[in-house]
């Protein structure tokens, strides 16, 4: 059995007591991308294998002399490609950046750097984090390893594919709206976003700079708690980072969900959601209430404004972020130009994709004069009304389930024939971010075509630990399946 079946603990256990060495744990992570890779196309970039050799050697002797202590030591990584890397190409998955090499390593890369973890490479993403498919990457779509005729889900989906298709133990994604929880369940992993402020975002190439916040995904719940413990702390050089009592997130690894109160909203689980979505999502729910979890429906309201507040919110911030990619200062440049403003508007027309293009010119036709406050500002109070629902429906319930996508994923292709469509797809994760609030997606069955089904569990402001024990709770009644390219 490969060393990539395992999950992230359990191999950083077998390093730990000698069993396996930091070298062969590398050395089957690059195994398993050389069976599939050329297939999936998961990573924008993979490490030379002298440099992960040379950080693998020094991980090995950094936990024998007792500096690299954690679970993680030794144990290979994948970093989506909005997330900075000192001297490793980090280009959004766009020709605009497909020549930067940052000059410093982001916050969360500090810190899985210096609990000994050892990146092999760099993730495909939507262009800019800008999709849900993981299609409009300038290097190629990725493909989902359950069924490579379909999508992996976006813009995290690079790392979700990696994860489910053994090329590394564990990775880190960003999620704006849904962006680790909705590939998380179209590939059969778990992935968190973390509370908004609670993992730094230095370092973070921004879409949607209130938005955005990077976590974890894995095998299992346990991987992600300890990930999440690794890369969250307070972060002076992020304006947004806040300072928690406590990061403890393992603690929560408990099953005992006896008197947690579960929440499930009406507004959720009516119209345009898939039958065997609904069908799993609910079992899954009703394995929580069998072990002494007290289950109510209510209504949340105001899903229906939350999809048009979010991507006005979102281009509008993504307008803005991106005004910096001109030529300039760095990466692609166009050849051929005739002054210093033709070189803007030709570097920017050839070097962003299309639906990039689409979300600035939302953004900044949203922000323009007149415009203002009829768009911008009603999405912003809009964001506030959310935040209130979801504030009262907290102090009725410790946790909320539901579904993280309307269906499974969909074949390669059929999003992006119909943008809309696309965006309707994160009807059910995109007022967690508008929120600010922590959830987790688990698997939680397979439909009738062979694609996984994950099981959202959503909690009030820095109460990951109460989502985290529900999802652990929920995930000992069921077996870790894999898809079959990688078995």
């Not at 309707?424 to 009738?448: E, H, K, M």
Request: hydrophobic share 35%.
């Amino acid at each position: 059995m490969s060393l990539m079946n395992m999950t992230a603990i359990q191999l950083g256990d077998k390093i730990k007591k000698g069993e396996v060495s930091t070298a062969e744990a590398v050395n089957d992570a690059l195994l398993s991308m050389q069976k599939v890779e050329k297939d999936i196309n998961s990573y924008v970039t993979i490490l030379d294998e002298q440099t992960i050799y040379k950080r693998a050697e020094e991980v090995q002797k950094g936990i024998k002399q007792g500096e690299y202590t954690g679970s993680l030591a030794g144990v290979p990584v994948a970093i989506k490609d909005n997330i900075c890397t000192e001297g490793i190409l980090t280009t959004c998955s766009s020709k605009i950046l497909s020549n930067f090499k940052p000059m410093y390593n982001a916050e969360v890369v500090n810190n899985l750097l210096k609990a000994g973890a050892i990146i092999v490479g760099k993730t495909n993403m939507d262009e800019f984090a800008m999709g849900s498919t993981t299609e409009t990457s300038y290097y190629g779509a990725t493909k989902n390893p359950w069924n490579m005729a379909h999508v992996p889900g976006g813009s995290s989906g690079g790392t979700c594919a990696a994860v489910a298709a053994n090329e590394c133990s564990y990775g880190l994604g960003s999620d704006t709206g849904g962006s680790i929880r909705q590939p998380s369940s179209f590939c059969g992993v778990t992935g968190i976003k973390p509370t908004y402020g609670t993992v730094s975002r230095y370092g973070l190439i921004a879409y949607g700079s209130s938005l955005d916040q990077i976590g974890p995904v894995a095998k299992n719940v346990s991987d992600c708690a300890t990930v999440l413990e690794t890369i969250a702390s307070y972060d002076p050089k992020d304006s947004t980072s806040v300072k928690r009592e406590s990061y403890n997130f393992t603690a929560a690894l408990r099953d005992d969900v006896k008197g947690m109160r579960i929440g499930i909203p009406k507004d959720y689980f009516g119209e345009g959601l898939d039958a065997e979505v609904r069908e799993s999502v609910l079992s899954a729910v009703e394995v929580l209430k069998n072990k002494g979890a007290i289950v109510e429906e209510f209504d949340l309201s105001l899903v229906e404004y939350a999809i048009p507040a979010y991507y006005v919110i979102a281009s509008a911030e993504a307008s803005s972020n991106l005004a910096r990619f001109e030529g300039v200062k760095y990466g692609y440049r166009t050849e051929q130009y005739e002054g210093l403003h033709n070189m803007f508007k030709k570097t920017r027309s050839e070097g962003f994709g299309a639906e990039v293009k689409r979300r600035i010119m939302l953004g900044s036709f949203v922000l323009s004069s007149g415009y203002y406050d009829a768009y911008y500002l009603k999405a912003l109070k809009t964001k506030a009304l959310i935040k209130q629902a979801f504030n009262d429906a907290f102090s009725r319930y410790d946790v909320i389930a539901a579904p993280a996508a309307p269906s499974t994923a969909p074949k390669l292709g059929d999003s992006l024939c119909d943008p809309i469509k696309m965006y309707l797809g994160d009807i059910y994760t995109i007022s967690v971010n508008l929120a600010g609030l922590p959830a987790i997606s688990v698997p939680c069955g397979v439909d009738s075509a062979g694609l996984p089904i994950g099981i959202q569990f959503i909690g009030d402001c820095f109460n990951e630990n109460k989502i985290i024990q529900a999802a652990y709770s929920y995930e000992q009644t069921r077996e870790y399946v894999s898809c079959d390219l990688c078995r």
